[in-house]
């Protein structure tokens, strides 16, 4: 009855399609072990010291959040030796995402540019949003071309998202490539933010180099963001935060829902913050995991692209089964990566890095498929 009184950008919308969960894989393939190498999330699970305080912090659940999460806000600000004015939290980057989105793009005049494929909630949020979408092509292996970026902006571009790493594929451009399109960005069009998604930047070989924030070049016309979702262990918690241009950052405290950051997420946060032990061993992890499944897996005839992130794209041999059927094979064994469909990528998968078994897990079934033709 009500189909009529949607939005047309609502109406026309498919949904965001996550990563399997492990409950229905089990539920469907009746297994009682489920290995999930499908969303990016940490590989050794949640902080400790954050697990604690959640415990510890479980009865004021009640209690509203401060306005403004000003611990959180100041404590980010101390640990990252930044400004706390240009420091936002919100539920996920994803929140903060959308909120940008919302108020810097007029419905129906302004544009948010992206390459194509890159991290489907941009182009997501924009469509809800009403505000059109121009996409750019990635070049064939992945790499950014900001020549064509920037030739798709004009004056009504309002944000231009660029993810570094990128997902799915784990390219990171180089720093100085990202800056020249910003200085470029700037002539062309003045008004327009340049949203760097630094998700995955701190599993780069590099990241003081690798982030313009941490080497401390970000340019005035450009914004950060990144989230507690990946090496922070945090991804159910909901938690994001962006280092905004000062005057965005005032507007973001004003728009944005009162209490979209909750009370134990702060605490998980600030406790996760100190707990630098569990995100060294979560760098290591994933570094040593990120050469073994890429060297396995090459061994194996795949493509894998080069990655700085906390995953892996890439291909099965030419002439071997199918990723779909690869991937139905994984899921009998109680393994779940990422198909890429969504992302126009029929024939490549993602996977996770995972912890030791996890990784031994997957490249153990990984042969068994490719060697056997996927009998099972
Ligand atoms: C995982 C991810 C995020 C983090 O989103 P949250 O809402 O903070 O969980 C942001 N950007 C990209 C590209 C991601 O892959």
């Known amino acids: ?3 009529k009184s949607l939005r047309s950008q609502i109406a026309a919308l498919e949904a965001y399609a996550p990563g399997l969960s492990i409950e229905e894989i089990q539920q469907k393939y009746g297994l009682s072990q489920v290995i999930k190498m499908a969303s990016n999330e940490n590989p050794l699970g949640t902080s400790p010291m954050a697990a604690e305080a959640i415990r510890r912090h479980a009865a004021e659940a009640f209690r509203y959040p401060r306005g403004g999460n000003p611990r959180l ?9 930044s400004d706390s004015s240009s420091i ?11 909120m940008l989105i919302r108020m810097l793009a007029e419905p129906g005049r302004h544009n948010v540019t992206c390459f194509s494929p890159c991290f489907s909630l941009y182009p997501i949020q924009a469509g809800i949003s009403g505000v059109m979408v ?9 790499s950014f071309d900001f020549a064509a970026l920037l030739a798709m902006t004009d004056a009504d571009t309002r944000l231009v998202f660029t993810t570094m790493p990128d997902n799915p594929s784990g390219f990171c451009p180089k720093a100085e490539d990202v800056l020249g399109f910003a200085s470029a960005l700037a002539q062309r069009a003045p008004q327009c933010l340049l949203v760097i998604d630094e998700a ?3 599993f780069a070989d590099d990241e003081k180099s690798a982030s313009l924030w941490t080497s401390g070049r970000l340019p005035s016309n450009a914004a950060v963001l990144r989230t507690f979702s990946k090496s922070y262990g945090l991804a159910g918690l909901r938690l994001g935060f962006g280092i905004l241009p000062q005057e965005i950052a005032d507007a973001y405290w004003r728009a944005r829902l009162p209490f979209s950051v909750n009370i134990l997420a702060e605490e998980a946060a600030l406790a996760a913050l100190r707990d630098t032990c569990f995100r060294e061993a979560t760098f290591q992890t994933v570094r040593e995991g990120r050469s073994l499944l890429t060297k396995e897996l090459r061994d ?5 692209w080069p990655s700085q992130a906390n995953f892996l794209l890439f291909k099965l041999p030419e002439g071997a089964i199918g990723a779909a059927d690869c991937f139905e094979a994984l899921l009998r064994r109680g393994i779940i990566i990422r ?13 996770s890095i995972g912890n030791r078994q996890e990784n031994a897990a997957f490249l153990a079934a990984m042969r068994e498929i490719l060697t056997e033709g996927g009998r099972s």
Do not use: Q, W
């Open 1 to 3: 009855m009500y189909e």
């Open 73 to 81: 806000v100041r404590a980010l600000a101390d640990s990252l030796g």
């Open 88 to 98: 936002v939290v919100g539920n996920g980057s994803d929140e903060i995402i959308d």
């Open 134 to 142: 121009r996409r750019v092509p990635l070049n064939d292996d992945f």
């Open 200 to 202: 995955y930047i701190d």
């Open 300 to 304: 194996l005839g795949c493509t894998v």
């Open 339 to 351: 198909r890429l469909k969504g992302y126009g990528l029929p024939d490549h998968l993602r996977v």
